[in-house]
């Protein structure tokens, strides 16, 4: 597959997506309080998918059978939304959402504090992450390359002490969730394909508190660490302009925002 460069019209159409995924989101984030399930907050996601007329990305992508990922504590990705799964003060949750309004996808997660405070370590884990993401939104101009992202997500992981997970990786967005090119969270500066404009790309670190190594339980889905260490994941949807990085996925302007 190759890259497909968005026009400005596409554009506006994946920023509508984009804003739709951010509000949802909101919601799903200030519901994620100590007691409640994760089963609720996928019905969260589906009310709001409702509300906004737009379609689920994950439901029944490739047999997932939930329109939520939400992995808690060790989970690196991909956990799916359960009844008997409560969340408890001081737990971390990744919430993964991903939906399509005409035609055209958001691709969006943020990990969250349930009940806002944590011990200090998970909360510099959380900080960490996502700041890795912001150093690589950052970057995300005409000219710069692949590389230089992966670099800049993979440095201030490990320069903290953490690694970030190599058996995943972002990717373009379009009319599909998932499109070329893969975005890597690791990567040497000036290497790799350089950035152009009507780029867009989901930049989605995922960083562990311990080793980078992953075990998918046995429901062909959640990723955990290897060795259950803390886990975070961050995740925005950007188009790449001629005046930088337009997050498609924050509803606050961003230097490309028009
Ligand atoms: N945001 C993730 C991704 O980009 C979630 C997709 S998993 C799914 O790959 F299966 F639920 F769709
Ligand atoms: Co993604």
Redo the contacts with the bound molecule.
């Keep these: 597959m190759r890259i497909k460069y968005k026009s400005k019209d596409e554009l506006r159409a994946l920023r509508d997506a984009g804003l739709a995924v951010s509000e949802i989101l909101d919601d799903i984030c200030k519901a994620a309080v100590p007691g409640a399930t994760t089963w609720e907050l996928n019905e969260v996601a589906a009310s709001g998918i409702a509300r906004l007329k737009v379609k689920s990305?994950?439901l029944g992508?490739?047999g997932?059978p939930?329109v939520l990922?939400t992995s808690v504590n060790e989970v690196i990705?991909?956990g799916i939304p359960r009844k008997d799964e409560v969340l408890k003060q001081g737990d971390i949750i990744g919430i993964?959402f991903?939906a399509f309004k005409d035609d055209f996808c958001g691709?969006s997660?943020r990990t969250v504090v349930v009940g806002g405070q944590t011990s200090p370590e998970k909360q510099k884990l959380v900080d960490v992450t996502r700041e890795s993401l912001e150093r690589a939104i950052a970057l995300c101009v005409p000219g710069q390359r692949l590389g230089d992202l992966g670099f800049a997500v993979q440095s201030w992981a490990e320069e903290h002490g953490y690694s970030v997970v190599k058996d995943?990786v972002?990717?373009g967005v379009g009319r599909q969730?998932?499109e070329d090119p893969a975005v890597p969270n690791y990567g040497k500066p000036g290497t790799g394909k350089r950035l152009k404009s009507g780029l867009v790309i989901?930049i989605?670190p995922m960083v562990n508190a311990g080793a980078q190594h992953v075990e998918v339980l046995d429901d062909d889905?959640t990723a955990v660490t290897q060795d259950r260490s803390m886990s975070a994941h961050f995740?925005h949807t950007i188009a790449i302009t001629d005046n930088g990085p337009w997050v498609l996925t924050q509803a606050a302007p961003s230097p490309g925002s028009p």
């Design positions: 990305a994950f992508y490739q997932y939930a990922c990705v991909h993964d991903g691709d997660a995943f972002g990717h969730m998932h989901a989605e889905w995740e």
